[in-house]
């Protein structure tokens, strides 16, 4: 049983940066795609930046100002937010997929199997 606990979440201005924690347990092998998504109110789910091995994809509007990464035991998920928006206000998700891509699971939230359960992110201005 695969199980993913976020950490790092909170409050920060315009310009700031947080960093987000993932914690996974179980049968997490290197080669899963691992991601980070996030879903604010009234919108839906969407792909921030995905990792498989050395391949990592990212959202366009992140691009440059996040970036995803694994400790070397490959146990913990990170993602070190910089320069944050108000835009990038959500819950924020820690996912994995067995068989997807890291292009796939960005795209498609729906391709990753295993989420925890969420963690919030929210940039003032």
């Known amino acids: 049983q695969v199980q993913l606990v976020e950490s790092g979440g909170g409050s920060v201005q315009t310009g700031g940066s947080l960093t987000l924690s993932c914690a996974a347990s179980g049968y997490i092998y290197s080669s899963y795609c691992m991601g980070w998504f996030r879903q604010a109110p009234g919108k839906e789910r969407e792909g921030v930046a995905t990792l498989r091995k050395s391949e990592t994809q990212y959202r366009d509007s992140v691009q440059g100002r996040f970036t995803i990464s694994t400790d070397s035991a490959e146990t913990t998920l990170y993602l070190q937010m910089n320069n944050l928006e108000p835009g990038d206000s959500a819950m924020y998700f820690c996912?994995?997929?067995?068989?997807?891509?890291?292009?796939?699971?960005?795209?498609?939230?729906?391709?990753?199997?295993?989420w925890g359960k969420g963690i919030l992110v929210t940039v003032s201005s």
């Open positions: 996912a994995a997929g067995r068989n997807t891509s890291p292009r796939a699971g960005l795209n498609a939230p729906g391709n990753m199997e295993y």
